[in-house]
């Protein structure tokens, strides 16, 4: 999303800190949540949104595709903050072939006034998408 079309902005930590709450208190029991799994919702969620209005839910374009995942350093930064603030959790178990495995879950209910209903059904649209392939 980071090309000369689009001016580089900033995350509003506020909207995705409530976006990621959202995404975890309403899928987090169908799939389990592993941090490349919510960044990359996140970033679908973005795009998706972006694609019809010409702006992110997270009002930032300073995503970085690598060879492993979606990079945001900002989104990294407001993981770490609502997981050092206990907002959301880390829960760790071991896979079937013995390793250990953390994904995240939900402290709190989200509140709904946050989104649009519009926002809110492209957000529900773009994670069943990639929830219901698992």
């Known amino acids: 999303m980071n090309s000369k079309k689009f001016p580089d902005k900033r995350i509003d930590r506020e909207i995705t800190e409530q976006l990621i709450i959202y995404i975890?208190?309403?899928?987090?029991?169908?799939?389990?949540?592993?941090?490349k799994v919510l960044r990359n919702l996140v970033y679908y969620c973005d795009l998706n949104y972006h694609r019809l209005y010409g702006e992110t839910i997270t009002k930032s374009s300073r995503y970085k595709k690598t060879e492993r995942r979606l990079l945001?350093?900002?989104?990294?930064?407001?993981?770490?903050?609502l997981l050092k603030n206990k907002i959301i959790k880390r829960i760790f178990c071991t896979s079937p072939d013995g390793k250990l495995k953390s994904y995240y879950a939900s402290a709190f209910p989200f509140c709904p006034s946050a989104f649009t209903d519009e926002q809110r059904r492209i957000i529900d649209e773009t994670i069943r998408q990639h929830v219901s392939s698992r």
Do not use: F, G, M
């Open 72 to 81: 945001n350093p900002e989104l990294s930064s407001v993981i770490h903050d």
């Open 24 to 35: 975890l208190a309403n899928y987090e029991e169908k799939t389990q949540l592993t941090e």
